[in-house]
């Protein structure tokens, strides 16, 4: 029998209780979520359990899973007596609100040191982001005093996780109906930075371990991810709701498969992939953006335009990867030249792109939020679609 052990779960939506609840709860571990969402916190301590229903087409599974408790986010006992007592700590919250959750796993550092608790706690941190575990280390440790940073070196690891699982935004409908239901598909493995762990390896469903992570999180990134922001992008311009009806569009899935074609050069050039692993990866993806069942909206993958056009994010990182291995990467500037033209008024960060674009121009724009200079090869790729604006 497996001895149950506590995790502290930040972040109880899409990612949490969609993925890594069911990985963590099927591998023993007791689960205490942390949330900042009222009614969702209600009906979590209220049933002390939720329901995930994994979907496939015309196929689908309900599993219950179970939860402790669920705390609100503050810094308050309850909360950092669970960071001082548990082994590992996930978050799952989206990568603008990691500086609000920095300050509370720094307290319970702090009380594990007041206590002089030295069993290794890991924080895997399941966010759409590089450099991860540096990142997220360097805020939690902004709130550590200095003479604690040691302790926190010797005792606490942070580490980078990749995200494969797709999992809808819950429709006001569902909400209404069970505020706990989360709908995914049943991709289930767990890439995570074996380095960046302290102490052994923690047993958990799905974990693989790698000591190449970099490879693994690009290799997300730049096909899933980037897969999802073709689709996205070029569906919202050609009037698309849901994202399996964008893949349907002839137009938009010669330009995914391009995209495809150009970023498996590029993995090849670059990082020497094997080509079947590849093939194989790509296929995996085909079929999951083809699962009607997910229903994912093309403007839950869209949203966030400003993050999405990074420089090294899905677009421009897939993009400076081809360049990278001698290629061009025309499909790919297709893709960011229709994200520079996502205008869903819905979304803020939307607006604001379109705000700043007619304030300072495209070029201003997409040299600052991009770093792609107009006369460099794929400003140049990025600027010409960007006028046609036509997938």
């Known amino acids: 029998m497996i001895t149950p052990r506590p995790i502290v779960m930040f972040g109880a939506g899409c990612v949490g209780r969609g993925f890594l609840g069911q990985l963590f709860s099927e591998s023993g571990y007791t689960l205490t979520f942390v949330e900042i969402d009222e009614p969702l916190i209600e009906a979590l301590n209220a049933r002390r359990a939720y329901t995930l229903r994994l979907v ?14 669920t705390l609100y986010s503050r810094a308050d006992e309850p909360l950092v007596t669970a960071l001082a007592e548990t082994s590992l700590i996930t978050t ?5 609100s990691l500086p609000d959750i920095a300050p509370i796993i720094a307290a319970g550092i702090v009380r594990r040191a007041e206590r002089d608790v030295t069993a290794p706690l890991n924080v895997l941190i399941c966010e759409n982001m590089q450099d991860a575990s540096a990142t997220f280390r360097a805020m939690v440790l902004q709130h550590v005093p200095a003479a604690l940073h040691a302790f926190a070196d010797a005792h606490v690891g942070f580490v980078d996780v990749v995200i494969g699982r797709t999992i809808p935004k819950p429709t006001p409908e569902m909400r209404a109906a069970d505020c706990s239901l989360i709908i995914a598909d049943a991709y289930k493995k767990l890439p995570v930075n074996r380095p960046r762990f302290v102490g052994p390896l923690p047993e958990i469903v ?28 070029l569906g919202y311009r050609r009037g698309h709701v849901l994202s399996w009806q964008a893949l349907e569009d002839p137009a938009i899935y010669a330009v995914l498969e391009r995209a495809f074609a150009e ?26 953006f083809a699962n009607r069942a997910l229903a994912d909206t093309v403007v839950r993958l869209a949203r966030d335009p400003l993050r999405k056009l990074g420089p090294k994010e899905r677009l421009v990182g897939a993009a400076r990867l081809v360049e990278k291995a001698g290629g061009t990467p025309d499909a790919l500037s297709l893709a960011i030249a229709a994200a520079y033209r996502y205008d869903n008024a819905d979304d803020p960060l939307a607006v604001e792109l379109q705000r700043r674009i007619a304030a300072e121009g495209i070029e201003t724009v997409m040299a600052d939020v991009s770093h792609i200079q107009a006369d460099e090869p794929l400003g140049k790729l990025v600027l010409e679609k960007y006028l046609t604006s036509k997938p």
């Open 206 to 233: 799905g974990l693989i371990p790698t000591d190449n992570f970099t490879a693994y999180i690009e290799r997300k990134l730049y096909l899933h991810n980037c897969g999802h922001a073709i689709l996205s992008y």
């Open 92 to 96: 799952a919250v989206g990568v603008r």
């Open 263 to 288: 970023v498996h050069a590029g993995f090849r050039g670059v990082y020497d992939m094997d080509a079947a692993e590849l093939d194989d990866y790509i296929a995996e993806l085909r079929k999951n």
């Open 56 to 69: 496939e087409n015309d196929w689908h599974a309900d599993l219950i899973i179970p939860v402790e408790r």
